[in-house]
């Protein structure tokens, strides 16, 4: 089992910055892929961000330019910084970590983190 913990979220104003961190514990070795995900009120969950183990990073065209996923392997941490923050960037932002080398869905991905509400408004 694999658990993640998403940190970083918040109120911020249009324009500016967060930097999320999802933190893996137990059986990380499983991993091989780990993404962010978002749900705002009344839609569906859809992708942000995808770091395969080799590094390659992949990204949801509304946030190319804006975004950037990286990840820690030593300690077990992926990061989403996030910049130019747009009130349409409002949402639950999750953590997931797939076995998949190159997860192509969200049913991919086996272990999600609890979810960390981020809110862009002035």
């Known amino acids: 089992q694999v658990q993640l913990v998403e940190s970083g979220g918040g109120l911020v104003q249009p324009g500016g910055s967060l930097r999320l961190s999802c933190a893996a514990s137990?059986?990380?070795?499983?991993?091989?892929?780990s993404g962010w995900y978002r749900q705002a009120p009344g839609k569906e969950r859809e992708v942000v961000a995808r770091?395969?183990?080799?590094?390659?990073?992949n990204y949801a065209d509304s946030v190319k330019g804006r975004f950037t996923i990286s990840r820690d392997n030593a300690k077990n941490t992926v990061y989403l910084q996030m910049n130019t923050l747009k009130p349409e960037d409002t949402a639950v932002y999750y953590c997931a970590a797939s076995p998949a080398n190159i997860p192509a869905q969200i049913s991919d991905y086996k272990y999600w983190g609890q979810g960390t509400q981020v809110t862009v408004s002035s």
């Open positions: 770091i395969t183990r080799s590094g390659t990073t």
């Open positions: 137990g059986s990380t070795f499983s991993i091989s892929a």
